[in-house]
């Protein structure tokens, strides 16, 4: 047990720092927010990927004959918390360099690794992931987008829901059904589909928020070229199923760093509002400060773990499980603490950080159900990680 | 960067297992629960010969002098063995002594017994069988015990008295810290038996025609139990290295420890008892004993407002 970053660690992150501190852009969140509408905010966030591409920290965890680093796990969250820490923007691309790009890496082929790495590494193109549909939420294996084979190329026909960064991405991982007479998991494909090809449609899904972060794509008789296929046909399970380990495992390390600073400003917040005294809100705040110690740990050990043994397993249901339920009960405690003030919205004059924690409070319900259930992922470690027999 | 164990810490670790879970089967620790100290001389004995009890006393005082972690990791196994009798208060109050630069003779061997007490002389851990107290200020060798029947079967309590002790200067707050992480790292060590024992439980139950684990409640509830178990191990693991360490956060990492664990090992005994069934509730069955150590620790070294409490003072 040795917590101490090695030599090359602190390298990597004085390096990352130096770098971090000489790039952001002073006072990009007000040029940010002054740009108009989602497109050109969204151009802003490429043109801040395309940077961090040229100084080569995109992708740090791709193998280096693919344009990446090598860099090991622990790197990979030392840079995660890092871009937080600097208040660096986000990368747009984070779909492609976080999921589909390593998917690629492992079961792409020589040519689908030439097309497509590069530009997922620069932001040139932006990905999306064709997984849920309407009937296929939790019960992924039984979707039914069907894509039949014609010649050299498939023809995509059926709909897909809950697709992040859907209106803005160039490409998408989709998942479709090559074989409807064999069992559900044994049919599936996985095509790597141009946004742009004829038949595709995208449409905004506006959530409880009344945000649109989310989309529903349709497909009608989209034409994808055989070549496109990732892995192998009738193989879209073992593929897809990697890349929902990634996002289990990957997606914590970010949001830890996100709950911590918020963690930060409601302290502040009780503090200016009197209410820092307050012997049960103190109660409260030395709970979600637990909490949020012990899924930054749980973290560690997990990509500890991973650093030694390889590629995410089944226990990253318990990072998932334990960081959206976490989350759910600080927002309340933040709402708590709040009071009347915390049910206003942006625009209000009285908002305290213009109606965030109204926002978060609402955002928070979609943690447990995001990136599979949290009743999917209790029967993931009941089934896969304790051994009991199979419930559904 | 490594948060786990390194691989002598783990061969220390199993060969902690190997020993306790062979001298400690639940029939034994039943056995010595009903002796009026729940404590055996000659299996004290044995665990000493084998290092265990001087643990947490440096190698220069003549004791094993294994560094927090590995001390919290043998001490999962002895919580994993419910281990009766006095280890817990013996290795806290060692390093308080230990700590003072002056070990008495034979303590560090374990053919003496030392436990702690605050000012209040109440709820001392198996005073009965102590040689040594440490109290503030003092070690005190010449004192009276009553003993107060409690929830836990496998360690008693007393209430002390004394005249007065000889004078020390010991630092028993960081002495009570790392008992506290010892006490964490048992209590997890409990956690994951009383897992095991229900998942092996409701594998072969049946009801309906199919294992009870195939229902998606007991899959649940044992789902629960595993995050806990895992999240006890990450915490405990943390304060034990940043005591070691003396991370500027040490003490906040073991208020962390300390009060998750309270809620957390209560909830997974309770669901272990739930997923037994009417077998759960039963005095034949070892849940009971577990869960008994469980609620007793959640009092102990603070309680769950107590940590907290000293998290806000520390953080907020």
């Known amino acids: 047990m040795d917590l101490k970053l090695s030599p090359t660690e602190l390298a990597f992150r004085d390096g990352l720092r130096a770098w971090l501190a000489a790039n952001i852009p002073p006072n990009w969140q007000a040029v940010y927010a002054a740009l108009p509408g989602k497109t050109a905010q969204f151009e802003y966030l490429r043109q801040w990927q395309r940077k961090v591409y040229d100084g080569g920290w995109a992708g740090i965890a791709w193998p280096k004959e693919f344009g990446g680093r090598g860099a090991t796990i622990i790197e990979q969250v030392i840079f995660t918390e890092e871009m937080a820490r600097a208040g660096a923007p986000h990368l747009p691309g984070v779909l492609g360099l976080q999921l589909v790009g390593p998917t690629t890496i492992t079961h792409g082929t020589g040519e689908q690794k030439e097309r497509f790495l590069r530009k997922i590494l620069s932001g040139e193109e932006i990905w999306c992931q064709g997984f849920s549909e309407p009937n296929a939420g939790s019960d992924l294996a039984a979707l039914r987008t069907d894509a039949k084979r014609d010649g050299d190329q498939f023809i995509v026909n059926g709909q897909k829901v809950w697709t992040s960064y859907g209106w803005a991405a160039d490409w998408c991982e989709l998942v479709v059904r090559t074989d409807p007479d064999v069992p559900k998991h044994k049919g599936l494909t996985v095509l790597l589909v141009d946004m742009k090809s004829p038949g595709v449609d995208v449409r905004p899904l506006r959530q409880m928020t009344g945000e649109t972060e989310f989309n529903e794509l349709f497909f009608t008789e989209v034409k994808v070229p055989v070549e496109n296929v990732l892995g192998k046909i009738n193989d879209g399970w073992n593929v897809a199923i990697g890349t929902l380990m990634h996002e289990r495992a990957t997606l914590g390390a970010g949001i830890q760093i996100v709950i911590r600073r918020a963690f930060e400003r409601i302290v502040e917040l009780a503090k200016s509002l009197n209410k820092i005294n307050d012997p049960l809100t103190r109660q409260k705040l030395a709970q979600c400060y637990a909490e949020i110690e012990v899924m930054r740990l749980n973290q560690m050990r997990a990509y500890s773990k991973m650093a030694n043994g390889g590629t995410p397993g089944p226990e990253g249901s318990i990072q998932k499980i334990f960081w959206s339920e976490l989350n759910q009960r600080f927002q309340q405690v933040a709402q708590e603490i709040l009071g009347p003030y915390g049910q206003l919205t942006k625009g209000s004059d009285y908002a305290i950080d213009d109606g965030i924690w109204t926002y978060n409070y609402l955002r928070a319900r979609g943690n447990t159900i995001e990136a599979g259930t949290s009743e999917i992922q209790r029967l993931i470690l009941g089934h896969y990680v304790l051994g009991l027999p199979k419930s559904y | ?316």
């Open chain 2, 1 to 316: 960067m490594q948060f786990g164990l390194t691989e002598i810490q783990q061969l220390l670790k199993n060969s902690a297992r190997e020993f306790f879970s062979a001298e400690y089967p639940i029939a034994e620790v039943r056995r010595i629960m009903e002796t009026p100290f729940a404590h055996d001389p000659k299996l004290w004995r044995k665990t000493a010969d084998q290092g265990w009890c001087g643990m947490t006393i440096p190698e220069a005082q003549g004791g094993m002098g294994l560094d927090l972690v590995e001390a919290a990791a043998a001490m999962e196994e002895a919580g994993r063995a419910l281990v009766p009798g006095p280890l817990l208060a013996h290795l806290t109050a060692c390093v308080a002594i230990a700590s003072s630069g002056q070990v008495p003779p034979g303590l560090a061997t374990g053919e003496k017994i030392a436990t702690f007490a605050d000012a209040t002389k109440l709820f001392v851990m198996d005073a009965a069988v102590a040689d040594f107290i440490i109290a503030p200020g003092q070690l005190i060798d010449r004192f009276t015990t009553l003993h107060l029947p409690a929830i836990d079967l496998t360690r008693r309590l007393y209430k002390i008295d004394f005249e007065s002790g000889q004078p020390i200067q010991a630092d028993l707050d960081r002495a009570l810290a790392i008992g506290t992480v010892l006490l964490c790292a048992e209590i997890t060590g409990a956690m994951q038996r009383v897992l095991d024992i229900t998942v092996a439980y409701v594998k072969t139950r049946k009801q309906f025609g199919k294992a009870v684990g195939a229902f998606q409640l007991v899959q649940a509830m044992c789902a629960d139990m595993l995050v806990a178990t895992e999240s006890a191990r990450s915490a405990t693991y943390y304060a034990a290295y940043a005591m070691q360490e003396n991370l500027p956060d040490s003490l906040a990492a073991v208020s962390v420890a300390k009060s998750f664990i309270n809620e957390a090992a209560r909830q997974t005994g309770n669901n272990a008892i739930q997923c037994h069934g009417g077998m759960g509730f039963t005095w034949e069955n070892e849940i009971h004993l577990y869960y008994r150590r469980i609620k007793a620790a959640e009092t102990a070294f603070g309680d769950t407002a107590w940590h907290r409490e000293r998290i806000a003072q520390l953080v907020l």
